[in-house]
Structure formats: C-alpha cells, structure tokens
C-alpha cells in the first residue's frame, strides 16, 4: 500500500523564542529587577506593597522597565485623587468656633417703677393676665331646736270713710273671713281719704301683718281682712285690709340649726374649697408665657372674693351653701421695656440700647401696689449688664476676612475679648458657609470690677486669640 505523504509527515510543536537582536546584548530585565528589589528601602517595599501590581506574563512575553512606568502612573494618579478629595472633605466640613466674651457691667441696682395697662409718661406697657374659679358645695346642720312660730306676710290697709287720718295701735286684730285673727307689729296710721268734688278716693297704707297663734293652720293664701275693734258698722266697711302676699312660717316643732360643732366643719370646708381654687389658678398661672415677657413669682397675686355668708351657731335652716371663688392676677412686663428702663437709668441713653440684663428674670421682684389696671413694683439686686453682640454681621465679616480674622473683632466695640478654634485644629481657613461658624458667648460669673459708662466707646483694645 503507497503511503500518504500528508498523513506520514508529523509536525513538531515548538515554543516562540525570541532572538536578540545583532550587535545588542541579551536582556537582562529579569537581573534588573531583582538587583532593585534588594536595593529598595523599606519605606519604598510598603509604597509598592499599597500602591503597585505585578502584571501578568502572556506568551513568554515580559515586561520590564515600561511595567514600572505604568505603576508609578497609577500611583500618582491615586495620591492627587486622595489629596483632592481630603481637600473637599475639609472644605466641606471645617468648622470654626467663636469664643466670644462680650462687655459686662455688674450693677447694683434698686429702684421702684410703675407700669399700666395705658401708660402714660415715665410708666412702663403692662399686660395682665386674668384667671377665675370657683367651688361650690353644700353642708348640712347637725343641730336640733324645739320651736313654736307664728305666720306673717305682707297686707295694704285701706281708708274710704274719712278724710281724717286713723292710727291703728301696735296689736290692732285684723281677721279673715274664716275667723283667724292676725295683729299689726307696731302702730301705723292709715292716710285719710281724698275728698275733690264730692268723689272720694280711698287711700291705703302697706305693713306686715302676723298670726295671733303659733302653727302651720295660719299658713294661708290671699284673703280679705275686717277690722273687729271698731265698733261703727259702717267703719268697719270702710276701713280694711287685703293680703298681698301670702301669709306663712308658721310652725310648731323641731328645727335644724347650726351646732357649734358644724361652724368648725364648714371653715374646714372652706379652707379645703380654697386650696382647690388656689392650686388649680397656680397651676393655670403657670403656663408657658411668651418669651419676650417676664412673670416674675411676686407679681402673680390670687385675690378671693369676700365671704358674706358668715353663720352663728343657732342659725336655723337645714343646710348651708357654700362658695369660695377668687381671681388669679398675672402682671406680665416686656423684657425690652424693663431692659430699657434699667439701662437708661444706670448706663445712659446712648448705651440702653446696646445692652440686655441677663439675669433680669431672677432680680428681686416686689409688688408695693396694683389695681385693676396698673402696679406699682421694685426691683432690687446686682443686675448682670451685657453688650448685644451682632452674631451674623461678625460672620459674615469674618467670612470676608477669611485669611485675616483677627482684623475682624476690633471693629465691634461691644466685644472685649475673642478666641478663634479652627476645627480641624491645623485648618487655618474660615469657612465660607456660615452655618459652619459657631459663636459662642463667655460670660463672666462674678464681677470683676466696674466700668466706667463713658468708656463705652472708647475701649482701649481687644484680646484675640487664636487656637
């Protein structure tokens, strides 16, 4: 069988090499490159560690020198980026904290003001804050009286027979038509009639009457009277009486009346009916006021109403009611109106309006006098006198003078000392968002010493320090 000359030839696989070229020397990459792996310092083995990789081999092809290249490249690139975003990180989150301590007067003050709720000269606005209540209750008497009452009401006499005046002696009887006799309490005199033209107008005369005996049967409705005394028929037609009210309290029997024993339950009572009106218009007094207002404790005064209702013991009656009510007054002033007065009255016109009491809500507060419409009151103790400091122009300003701070303070008089703290503590830049700038005031705890008012613009410098 001929053989196949395709099928008998066998082909011999063999790897790539690469030749040097003439005249040049072989490549000694590989040497190179471990004579600078031993030759590297440490510093430079963790740089290489962090920032380089070895690339791969492909086809027995090696890369040497332009490898390292490409490392370095990546470094660098890797470093600007690092660096450019810690510098936004710090441009963006930087702070600045303004310690500032701004001027302070300790000043003794007492002094007496009045406020209205119309003020007129030399007062200062007040506002008034009003709250009522009441309770009630009810008190039954414990005590027991044997009593033995006769009726009585009100009656109107009447005089058509003559002209000429009659008296009725204290006692006189008056009777009704059933035959129950009723008396006068004290003499009266009945008017005489009113004779003009031959017409006669009958004149009366109105007094209380009451039964002859004890008991309930002379309880009765409205009725007529007849004079029995007289004796003249025709008199005792024309003068006579009618009820007007009717007639009642007539009694025979046991009472309830006031024991000794129920005066001292009811002033319990009362003081009990007290403390609740009491604690209830405290606890109303004291809500949360405006801001702007100051309440001090002395001015808020709760007025009872007077208790007319006073019982004795032998009062009769079944039961007593009872009523505590008061008032609750509030006397609210406006910090800026008392700043103001103080200020002008102890640092001046010129400086009032510069300044703020700090510890105005806790200086001490009397009431002397009020009315419905107006008080008079003091205020006594050291009042802590600070210079207003303008938070966003100093801001703002600083912001502007963002490489320059320190020549920002010595433009606001009302500042006697400041301290800058940069955070982070290396980053000297002020930011430029002023949310990230923090004023923070330092205020003096005790005083120091007093300053002289018409120093107030003419500060001899400002203490800056920075950290």
Same mark, same amino acid.
């Given at each position: 069988m ?12 063999k790897?790539?090499v ?6 040049q ?6 040497e ?12 430079k ?16 092809i090696?890369?040497?020198r332009?490898?390292?290249? %490409?490392?370095w +490249?990546?470094?660098?690139i890797?470093?600007?980026v690092?660096?450019?975003g810690s510098?936004?990180v710090?441009?963006n989150?930087?702070?600045? +904290? ?11 003050i ?10 007129? @000269? ?15 209750d009810t ?6 009286k ?8 009100q009656?109107v ?9 009659? +008296? ?5 009887? %008056?009777? +009704? ?19 003009e033209g031959?017409?006669?107008?009958t004149s ?13 049967e ?16 025709e008199?005792?037609?024309?003068i ?8 009642k ?11 000794e024993?129920?005066?001292k339950?009811?002033?319990d ?8 009106? *009491? ?11 405006? !801001?702007s ?13 007077e ?7 032998g009062?009769e ?5 009872l009523?505590?009510?008061a008032?609750?007054f509030?006397?609210?002033?406006? @910090?800026?109106?008392v ?6 009255k ?16 806790k200086?001490?507060?009397?009431l /002397?006098?009020f ?7 003091s ?9 207003k ?5 100093? /801001?703002a300003?600083?912001i502007? !003078?963002?490489?320059? #701070?320190? *020549? ?12 800058i ?7 000297k ?14 205020l003096k705890?005790? #005083?120091l010493?007093?300053?002289?008012? *018409?120093?107030?613009?003419?500060l001899?410098?400002?203490?800056l320090?920075t950290?």
């Open positions: 001929a053989k196949s000359l395709i099928q008998d030839i066998i082909i011999i696989k790897q790539a690469l030749l040097p070229k003439k005249n020397p072989p490549d000694k990459g590989d190179s490159d471990k004579k600078d792996k031993k030759e590297e310092k440490p510093r083995r963790i740089f290489r560690t962090l920032f380089c990789f070895r690339l791969p081999r492909v086809s027995g090696a890369f040497h332009s490898n390292r290249k %490409l490392k +490249t990546i470094a660098i890797t470093i600007l690092l660096v450019a510098f936004i710090l441009k989150f930087s702070s600045v +904290t303004v310690e500032i301590t701004p001027r302070q007067q300790f000043v003794d007492d002094v007496v003001f009045q406020a209205s709720i119309e003020p007129k @000269k030399d007062e200062l606005p007040l506002e008034m804050m009003q709250i009522s209540r009441e309770e009630k008190y039954k008497f414990t005590g027991v044997q009593v033995s009452k006769k009726s009585s009401g009656a006499l009447y005089n058509s027979y003559s002209s000429q005046p009659q +008296t009725l002696i204290k006692d006189t009887r %008056l009777e +009704t038509p059933d035959g129950k006799i009723y008396r006068l309490p004290k003499t009266i005199v009945v008017p005489g009639a009113k004779v031959g017409k006669v107008t009366e005369i109105e007094t209380t009457v009451f039964a002859d005996k004890p008991g309930e002379y309880n009765i409705g409205l009725t007529d009277f007849t004079l029995p005394g007289f004796k003249d028929p008199k005792r037609e024309k006579y009486g009618r009820s007007k009210t009717e007639m309290g007539g009694f025979i029997g046991e009472i309830a009346i006031i024991a024993k129920d005066i339950a009811i002033e009572i009362r003081i009990s009916m007290k403390e609740k009106v *009491n604690d209830y218009l405290l606890k109303m007094g004291a809500n949360p006021k405006p !801001e207002f100051l309440l001090y404790e002395n001015a808020k005064q709760i007025v009872f109403d208790q007319k209702n006073k019982p004795k013991v009062d009656g079944n039961q007593i009611d009523k505590e009510s008032v609750f509030g006397f609210l002033l406006k @910090k800026s109106d700043n103001r007065a103080l200020g002008e102890y640092l001046g016109k010129d400086a009032a309006p510069q300044i703020e009491i700090l510890n105005l809500d200086l001490d507060f009397e /002397k006098n009315t419905a419409t107006a008080i008079t009151f205020l006594k103790d050291q009042a802590h006198f600070s210079w400091i303008d938070e966003d122009g100093i /801001k300003d600083l502007k !003078e963002s490489q320059n #701070p320190q *020549n920002v303070f010595p433009k606001y008089p009302a500042i006697e000392k400041a301290k703290i940069f955070k982070p503590s290396w980053w830049n002020v930011p430029k968002d002023a949310a990230q700038i923090i004023i923070k005031k330092i705890d005790s #005083p010493g007093n300053l002289e008012t *018409n120093h107030y613009f003419n001899a410098g400002i203490r320090l950290v």
